[in-house]
């Protein structure tokens, strides 16, 4: 159990890391290459991330982070996020995001940066860095929810469900947790009749004419992470989340 990929006109791309989705280095790593993997793929048409378990994802695994000595977890989980959040930006063809349960840190970087987002009546989600003594993700927050809204879950670590997600927006449909994986599959279906190179070219187009530079202004907020920790804070609020 990990990541794992089902290729075919519709790739599906599965996380799995019990107990949480709480992901290690290798795990952003190892989701970066499959995402990538997929979209290079010719037969590929259309990529759907999903997991299993309770929750889509809760972000990095603290636990890994604390347990290294030094600033190296710290450091390789910034560049795994970035180079997963940026995979899913950049895959060749469109990426759609299916939510269940809990969608935190990391999983924001993920959904917020896939082209179209469903999610299951349970989901929820919501940036608590700061109560983690981080930053990071409010790029891809603020791509699910207006600018004051994303400030005030910035500050606050308030979470925000799928339905007021729905209601802006940005999860195109709700449904029950059973039903979600089909549902995400029956859009898949609809963009995978479509002429793929066509679809290809309208992501590269989309995402040209995007009027953030997503993958920059995320390096900026991991830069006051940085700072963070190096003035002691990161490691304080880690380590009273770990109790």
Known sequence: MAITTHSGPIAEVVVDVP???????????????????AGQDPATRVVVLRAEGRGFNAGVDIKE????????????ANRGCYRAFAAVY????????????????????????ADIVLASEDAYF???EVDRGALGAATHLARLVPQHLMRAMVYTCRNVTAHE????????????????????????????????????????????????DVKRSYRFEQGLTFELNLVGAGNEHRERFLG
């Open 90 to 113: 950049d895959c060749e063809v469109p990426v759609v995001a299916a939510v269940h349960g809990f969608c935190l840190g990391g999983g924001v970087g993920l959904a917020g940066n």
């Open 165 to 212: 997600l729905h209601a802006f927006g940005s999860v195109l449909e709700v449904t029950p947790r059973d039903k979600l994986r089909e549902a995400a599959l029956a859009v898949a279906r609809v963009i995978a009749e479509k002429d793929p190179y066509v679809i290809r070219r309208a992501k590269e187009s989309l995402n040209g004419i995007d009027p953030v």
């Open 126 to 128: 919501g940036l608590p």
């Open 19 to 37: 107990p949480v989705n709480a992901l290690r280095v290798r795990d952003w790593n190892d989701l970066a290459r499959a995402v990538q993997t």
């Open 65 to 76: 982070m604390q347990a290294t000595q030094g600033h190296t977890a710290l450091v390789e």
